[in-house]
Structures are given as C-alpha cells and as structure tokens.
C-alpha cells in the first residue's frame, strides 16, 4: 500500500493498494482519493485497477479534480481534526482523561497544561498539532 499524498500541503490525499481476498482474474488494485473532515464524500473517488499503473494514473486524475476544489480552510479543518485525534489517544495512552469526560470540565493535559472545555482545541492546535509528512 502507498499513501500518496499532496505535495503542496503534505496532507494524505488518497491511497492505492493491492485488492486482498477478491475472486482470481478480477482487478487487483484499488484507488481512492479524498478526505473528510475538510471536503463533502460525494467529491470523493475510488475506482480498480488491473495494474499499478492503471490505478496511479486513474488515481492521479482523480486527485487532480478533488484537489482542484479545496481551499486552504479544507486542509486545516482536516488537519485540526487528525491533530486533535491523535492528542485524544495520546491523552487515553497515559492514562488521563479529557476535559469533557470529568465534570468540572477541567483536566491536565499530558504536557502539563491545564486545560478546559472552552480552550481545549486551542491548545490541541498551538501544542500539538504535529508537522505533517509525505
Ligand atoms: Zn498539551
């Protein structure tokens, strides 16, 4: 499986992989291109292949035409959520709870911040919202 993603904003876009458990003499590749949070399902697109490079190149078209509706604003909604989901089981992983799981609605992040309801994702974003990779 390679994850593909867009060079101007380091954001995965889409995946091809090799089709595992389909029935012998049918396409053995497989595409998808879009993501959510930040752009609607219906944009996206996925399709099979017989080979690799029948899946890139469907794939790259495909890409270009999603790509081509996003706006920076699609990018940072999906990149806050992934940022915020990777701080929720990184806060799980130590053992602590979050502000909306304890009833004053305050806690402590795993960085030693106190953190709140209201500032929660603040400071997700300021913290620990990681440096995307290709
Ligand atoms: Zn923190």
Known sequence: MRRLSSPAVAT?????????????????WKWACGF??????ADHARGIAETFDQARGAF????HVFLAKRTEVD????????AFHAWKRAMWAKG???P????????????GAAIGIDDMNVHIWAAHMEAETT
């Not at 389909?22 to 396409?27: D, E, F, H, I, R």
């Not at 790259?60 to 890409?63: K, L, P, S």
């Open 12 to 28: 995965r876009v889409g995946v091809i992989a090799k089709r595992v458990g389909n029935p012998v003499g049918t396409p053995g």
């Open 36 to 41: 959510y949070p930040g752009s609607d399902p």
């Open 60 to 63: 790259e078209a495909a890409c």
């Open 75 to 82: 990018f940072e909604v999906y990149r806050r959520d992934r």
């Open 96 to 98: 602590l709870q979050l």
């Open 100 to 111: 909306t799981q304890v009833a004053d609605g305050r806690a402590v992040c795993f960085c």
